[in-house]
């Protein structure tokens, strides 16, 4: 099992930034961030491999970055150039499943608690 623990979020305003953190007992070969929307499903926003590879949703491309620090053992979201179509709660994952191209979770994934983001226009 891993434990995640998320830290960063907040409210902005639109074309603002904010850094999640992701602080993870162990890593797993595939992580990311998850985000979700009162009333709509949860949906992948970003993933890393430990081979550093990375994916991103078409809505966040060119303004949000991954990383992680395996000294910290620690994963990170940063956000930039905000939007309010942004606000939602966002989840890390560990264990997920990162393979040809296909990025997903399924029920051995591993959640942190959420962190809330909340853009305003």
């Known amino acids: 099992q891993a434990q995640l623990v998320e830290s960063g979020g907040g409210s902005v305003q639109s074309g603002g930034s904010l850094r999640l953190s992701c602080v993870a007992s162990?890593?797993?070969?595939?992580m990311g961030w998850f985000r979700q929307a009162p009333g709509k499903e949860r949906e992948l926003v970003s993933t890393?491999?430990?081979?550093?590879?990375?994916s991103y949703a078409d809505s966040v491309k060119g303004r949000f970055t991954i990383s992680q620090d395996n000294a910290k053992n620690t994963l990170y979201l940063q956000m930039d150039s905000l939007k309010p179509e942004d606000t939602a709660m966002y989840y890390c994952?560990?264990?997920?499943?990162?393979?040809?191209?296909?990025?997903?979770?399924?029920?051995?994934?591993?959640w942190g608690q959420g962190t809330q983001v909340t853009v305003s226009s």
């Open positions: 994952a560990a264990n997920l499943i990162c393979s040809g191209g296909l990025y997903y979770y399924t029920s051995r994934a591993y």
């Open positions: 162990r890593y797993t070969y595939c």
């Open positions: 890393i491999s430990s081979d550093g590879r990375t």
